[in-house]
């Protein structure tokens, strides 16, 4: 089973993580926590590309082909060979995050980036996607905050820096990806307390683990 976390920044992603994995792994379903970018050794170096803002001459193709190169390594090296030992694949961004970020705010189109990644994965999904939706402006406020407090990187924020409008785009493109795939990505309403947001996640899994019993 492959579960991802999506969302604008700020979301409150890493903190439900922990608790999907508490309580999956307490129902006898056997979980690992990953994320995208930077798995690994080569998914960090990949990363540490990505987010320098000293590299904001990236050109959006370039940026592209890096994000899916590091989903390459982590899907052959980490994903599946979990998924095969028969563990809960958790990670928090995955191929919604590139279609939204690369795709539909940037400038590669979210045709182009749903078919590079259909020909290069093979139409590869998650079993469910968990998309945490929320007003930008608290989100990016949160994750100053963070910043603030010594809890992020500053040489990581690179894609944190940009303006709110960006970031309307980003949660536009997120809700958008969900009426596509409405069976796949369940939303919740990550503004509430963390207490609200994670009983709403535990009903989406609880739902979804009635509706898919084999696995
Ligand atoms: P990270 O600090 O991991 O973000 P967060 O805590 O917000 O999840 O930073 C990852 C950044 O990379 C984030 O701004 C989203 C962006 N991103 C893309 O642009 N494309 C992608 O395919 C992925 C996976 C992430």
Not at 122 to 149: E, K, S
Request: with cysteine; aromatic share 8%.
């Amino acid at each position: 089973m492959f579960i991802t976390l999506e969302g604008g920044e700020g979301a409150g992603k890493t903190t439900q993580m922990e608790r999907i994995f508490q309580y999956l792994s307490q129902k006898g379903h056997p979980c690992v926590k990953t994320r995208e970018p930077g798995h690994g050794f080569i998914g960090r170096q990949i990363r540490a590309l990505l987010m320098l803002p000293a590299n904001e001459t990236l050109v959006p193709t370039a940026e592209l082909l890096l994000f899916m190169a590091d989903r390459a390594q982590h899907i052959e090296s980490f994903i599946l060979p979990e998924m095969q030992k028969g563990n809960v694949v958790l990670c928090d961004r995955f191929f919604d995050s590139t279609v939204v970020y690369q795709g539909f705010t940037g400038q590669v189109g979210v045709e182009k980036t749903l078919s590079f990644h259909d020909v290069v994965f093979n139409g590869f999904r998650p079993d469910l996607t968990i998309l945490f939706d929320l007003n930008p402006g608290i989100g990016l406020h949160r994750t100053i905050c963070q910043l603030n407090d010594g809890g992020r990187c500053e040489k990581e924020s690179r894609f944190e820096q940009k303006k709110l409008d960006f970031h309307k785009k980003i949660r536009q493109g997120f809700l958008l990806r969900a009426e596509a795939e409405p069976e796949r990505i369940k939303i919740v309403d990550a503004e509430l307390s963390q207490e609200e947001v994670w009983l709403q996640i535990k009903k989406i899994l609880d739902e979804f683990l009635q509706n898919n019993p084999a696995r």
